[in-house]
């Protein structure tokens, strides 16, 4: 993969943290049927401690909406605990990045203590670099990928190696410089975002219904055995940019939206 002129651009930004993100939250003792594994975008910031590495933008409305789709005593929800900064997105274009590394451990330690489990992978942004690293690097651990959903993924045109497009859905909002340019490897790369980069919040519940779809469920469901808690109560980030700039001000975290 090539760096293209606006990761050139973004690595000149200066990146500090005035609080250290939330720790990943422990990997559940239950076995479910579904593993969901999400990165987040770069400087994107933990609103809320029940979804630790989950960001703000995408991943705890994912959670939810994933959740609701297949059963919350089907999922076990994992954000991945990565720096997700701006030299990660040099590095992530290795290969085997952080992000990358971190990852497809979570992946193969789901599987290793819970066979049975199949993987559904999402990522924002940089995240979306993670996701793609993390497919190529489970090599024959693929066939237990069951869904893939990437958001602002500036590498939408690229096939997802081991993965039919049919269980990836990509999500590129218009006026989305991130993503915007390029074709779509995806089963599609609609999105319903009105704010660029930013709004892709509004497109996690057709993320979860595809999900969903793909891996044959619609509805609530009790899921595999284990588990009985209900889905989380999560903060989400959607709207404006002027919204999300004063939800991070307030945080204290820096904001550079992938």
Same mark, same amino acid.
């Given at each position: 993969m090539q760096t293209s002129t606006l990761f050139t651009c973004i690595l000149t930004l200066g990146f500090s943290l005035a609080n250290?993100? *939330?720790q990943a939250s422990s990997a559940a003792t239950a076995c479910k049927a579904y593993t969901l594994l999400f990165a987040r975008g770069?400087?994107? *910031?933990?609103? @809320?401690? /029940? $979804? $630790?590495?989950?960001?703000s933008v995408v991943g705890p409305g994912l959670q939810t909406a994933v959740q609701n789709a297949l059963g919350a005593n089907a999922v076990?929800?994992?954000?991945?605990?990565?720096?997700?900064?701006?030299? #990660?997105?040099?590095?992530?274009? +290795?290969? /085997?990045? *952080?992000? /990358?590394?971190?990852?497809?451990?979570?992946?193969?330690? $789901?599987?290793?203590?819970? *066979?049975?489990?199949?993987?559904?992978? #999402?990522?924002?942004?940089?995240?979306?670099?993670?996701?793609?690293?993390?497919?190529?690097?489970?090599?024959?651990?693929? @066939?237990?990928?069951v869904a893939v959903v990437t958001f602002g993924d500036p590498f939408k045109g690229s096939k997802l190696t081991g993965v039919d497009s049919t269980k990836w859905r990509s999500f590129c909002g218009s006026g989305d410089s991130v993503c915007g340019t390029g074709t779509c490897a995806a089963s599609s790369c609609a999105s319903a975002s009105t704010s660029g980069h930013l709004g892709y919040g509004s497109d996690v519940t057709t993320a979860a219904t595809f999900i969903a779809s793909v891996v044959g469920t619609s509805g609530n469901t009790s899921g595999a055995a284990g588990g009985g808690a209900s889905s989380p109560t999560v903060t989400t980030? %959607? #709207? +404006? +940019?002027?919204?999300?700039?004063?939800? %991070?001000s307030s945080a204290a975290l820096p904001w550079f939206g992938w």
């Open positions: 250290p993100l *939330p770069t400087g994107d *910031p933990d609103l @809320s401690t /029940s $979804a $630790a590495n989950m960001g076990n929800v994992q954000g991945v605990n990565y720096p997700a900064d701006a030299s #990660g997105i040099t590095a992530e274009l +290795s290969g /085997s990045g *952080p992000g /990358s590394v971190a990852m497809t451990q979570l992946a193969t330690t $789901a599987l290793a203590s819970c *066979p049975q489990t199949r993987i559904i992978l #999402g990522g924002y942004s940089q995240g979306g670099e993670v996701v793609h690293n993390t497919v190529t690097q489970l090599k024959t651990q693929e @066939s237990n990928i980030v %959607t #709207g +404006s +940019s002027a919204t999300l700039a004063a939800a %991070t």
